[in-house]
């Protein structure tokens, strides 16, 4: 079964440090580009950033410099590692996979980011 | 970055019904828009790539138009299943941006 599966969401205060983990199963990991989407409560999507197969990094303006992406494709599994947390950052954090056809066709359950004093 | 807008932001409709949920791109995006629904509590799902082309395992009864701009997802036949949240998404260029929205109750 093609698979994504987030953890290390947590209860941070802010100013603090966190790293997501997504680990995948079911699928060639190396050959695929991903993405990490978050949703804060009661809101929308919100895009946060993508690497490619070879690498290749973007994110979203706002998280620029804060937040890091990377990927271990020994560990078939995707980073998301986030500095300087403050309380806007609460949300469900979501893995997803995005073929080069278009589209985020696999997604993870979601993790939880609480920052909070 | 490209702004993504939805509307109607919410909409009222009933089982059998056609519906249409439009996205509109700040700039010309191609046909590099996703449609996504969610329900509540659960991870989005990826109903359509490419403006137009069906994810594997979606219903006849989803569609997606459009080019350049604007694009719309259609419901023909609304089933109990289907009231949920929808999002359009642009692929094109980076960042990525989601739209905010359809609610469908």
């Known amino acids: 079964e093609v698979q994504l599966v987030e953890s290390g969401g947590d209860l941070v205060q802010p100013g603090g440090s966190l790293r997501l983990s997504c680990t995948a199963s079911?699928?060639?990991?190396?050959?695929?580009?991903l993405c990490w989407v978050r949703q804060a409560p009661g809101k929308g999507l919100e895009w946060l950033g993508y690497i490619g197969s070879g690498g290749s990094v973007y994110y979203e303006d706002s998280i620029q410099g804060r937040f890091t992406i990377f990927r271990d494709n020994a560990k078939q599994s995707l980073y998301l590692h986030m500095n300087n947390l403050k309380i806007d950052d609460s949300a469900v954090y979501y893995c997803a996979r995005n073929p080069a056809v278009g589209g985020l066709d696999v997604w993870g359950q979601g993790t939880t980011v609480t920052v909070s004093s | 970055a490209i702004q993504m807008t939805q509307s109607p932001p919410s909409l009222s409709a009933s089982v059998g019904d056609r519906v249409t949920i439009s996205c509109r791109a700040s700039q010309n995006i191609k046909n590099d828009l996703g449609w996504y629904q969610q329900e509540p509590g659960k991870a989005p799902k990826l109903l359509i790539s490419a403006a137009s082309k069906s994810h594997t395992g979606v219903p006849s009864r989803f569609s997606g138009s459009g080019f350049g701009t604007e694009f719309n997802l259609t419901i023909t036949g609304l089933q109990p299943e289907d009231f949920a949240t929808y999002y359009c998404?642009?692929?094109?260029?980076?960042?990525?941006?989601f739209g905010p929205g359809t609610k469908l109750q």
């Open positions: 079911g699928f060639s990991f190396s050959i695929y580009s």
């Open positions: 998404l642009q692929e094109f260029p980076f960042p990525y941006t």
